[in-house]
């Protein structure tokens, strides 16, 4: 069975965020022994939530990541909000669009929800 999964955020909202990380979280504590890829896709105003500004969900974030959690985030959202790739945390990827990186991931065969 094949368990990728996409999460996606795109709202200025650090609740809706850290219930991401959570799913995430127990996401990965589910599926101890089996192969699959997580992704949080962020995209619109969430983009600022990946930021030095929110330590609390970047101590969370973290681990996830260092677990194989992978977070893209939208180039454009990024331009629309004035950050550059250093203002986010280490590790997170940037793509030139996240909608598109959530339809790529779709026909991958990616489970998505939007939490």
């Given at each position: 069975?094949?368990?990728?999964?996409?999460?996606?955020?795109?709202?200025?909202?650090?609740?809706?965020?850290?219930?991401?990380?959570?799913?995430?979280?127990?996401y990965?504590?589910?599926?101890?022994?089996?192969?699959?890829?997580?992704?949080?896709?962020?995209?619109g105003?969430?983009?600022?939530?990946?930021?030095?500004?929110?330590?609390?969900?970047?101590?969370?974030?973290?681990?996830?990541?260092?677990?194989?959690?992978?977070?893209?985030?939208?180039?454009?959202?990024?331009?629309?909000?004035?950050?550059?790739?250093?203002?986010?945390?280490p590790?997170?990827?940037?793509?030139?669009?996240?909608?598109?990186?959530?339809?790529?991931?779709?026909?991958?065969?990616?489970?998505?929800?939007?939490?």
């Amino acid at each position: 069975m094949k368990y990728d999964l996409c999460l996606h955020v795109d709202l200025n909202d650090a609740a809706l965020l850290a219930l991401a990380l959570k799913n995430a979280r127990n996401y990965q504590n589910a599926l101890p022994d089996e192969n699959y890829e997580l992704v949080i896709v962020g995209n619109g105003p969430s983009v600022t939530l990946f930021t030095a500004a929110q330590p609390a969900l970047r101590e969370t974030a973290l681990p996830l990541m260092e677990k194989g959690l992978k977070i893209r985030l939208c180039r454009n959202a990024l331009n629309d909000n004035n950050l550059t790739e250093a203002d986010l945390w280490p590790g997170v990827e940037v793509v030139p669009a996240g909608l598109v990186e959530i339809v790529r991931l779709q026909q991958a065969g990616f489970a998505y929800i939007k939490p």
